[in-house]
């Protein structure tokens, strides 16, 4: 079959915009327990909407946190940043629980494969 003739489904395409490094207050729009497309190994995909600053606000940023038991610390610095600690949680209540959730994150860039990709770090309360 030619390319030509191939069906293809942008509804779901999520296109990121590139946004300027920096703080950013954030709420959590979407979460989903996948395998990772490069390694196999699980994560968990966050998608992120900005709140502030205005001229970011409703621009996305999807976050992959590994779940392998060495990598959970990214995962735990963002339960604690929405003040969220818990001793024990399944992964998909953790999922759920993040929805709606509003965080404060340093936005930075890392190159990844070859992509440039956008990285959340220094999770911390909406209030600070």
């Known amino acids: 079959m030619s390319i030509e003739n191939q069906t293809v489904d942008l509804a779901e395409l999520q296109v990121e915009e ?3 490094e920096g703080a950013k207050c954030l709420i959590i729009r979407k979460t989903a327990i996948k395998d990772s497309k490069t390694s196999g190994e699980p994560i968990m995909q966050i998608t992120f909407k900005v709140t502030s600053p205005s001229e970011e606000v409703d ?4 976050e992959m946190i590994s779940l392998q038991p060495q990598a959970l610390f990214s995962l735990r610095g963002l339960l604690k ?5 818990t001793g024990s949680m399944t992964y998909a ?9 509003e965080v404060k994150a340093d936005l930075s ?3 990844y494969e070859g992509v440039k990709r956008p990285r959340l770090a220094n999770y911390r309360s909406i209030l600070s």
């Open 109 to 111: 860039y890392q190159v």
């Open 18 to 20: 590139t946004l300027v």
């Open 59 to 62: 621009k996305t940023i999807t």
């Open 93 to 101: 209540e953790i999922a759920s629980t993040l929805i709606n959730k």
């Open 81 to 85: 940043g929405i003040g969220l600690v």
